[in-house]
């Protein structure tokens, strides 16, 4: 099992920030254009337990759909996307958000992930995807910054 981390202080209030981030539609904002992140559900997508909101992905210009399952919902505090379809053996990303007295909303990502295809994936893992995932959520945190202004770590 792989895990990345992230955590960001940005100086909007926790509702704000929460808001933003159970629209599905938001994730094209926050994603790298050259991933040509494309949500296939129609709108408007209510944001709930067991919601399924299917997208597609270009990942090395192959395109892969992705259909993720929200597993947990507990606004304004956190949300559960899992990955039923897509190219990961296995993906469960944890969205969480604390308010922090006077100084905004902490939010954290932790996505637990495996790759498939056994050595050829831990292979692939660690030229390439690591290092791609990376990239994924700095962006996402300088466009998260840009929208809500940064308070540190």
């Not at 947990?72 to 053996?89: K, S, T």
Request: aromatic letters at 14%.
């Amino acid at each position: 099992m792989e895990r990345l981390y992230r955590r960001q202080i940005v100086r909007h209030p926790l509702e704000v920030v929460f808001a933003f981030f159970e629209r599905p539609e938001n994730l094209e904002r926050i994603t790298p254009p050259e991933l040509g992140f494309e949500i296939l559900t129609p709108p408007p997508i209510p944001m709930e337990r067991g919601a399924l909101i299917d997208y597609r992905v270009r990942l090395a210009g192959i395109p892969f759909r992705w259909t993720t399952y929200i597993a947990r919902y507990e606004p304004p505090f956190m949300f559960v996307d899992v990955q039923l379809r897509g190219p990961y053996a296995f993906w469960h990303h944890t969205h969480r958000f604390s308010s922090l007295e006077g100084r905004g909303t902490l939010i954290e990502d932790e996505v637990l992930y495996l790759l498939p295809l056994g050595l050829l994936g831990k292979i692939s893992h660690c030229i390439w995807i690591k290092r791609q995932l990376s990239r994924i959520f700095d962006h996402r945190a300088k466009v998260i910054a840009a929208l809500f202004g940064s308070s540190g770590q």
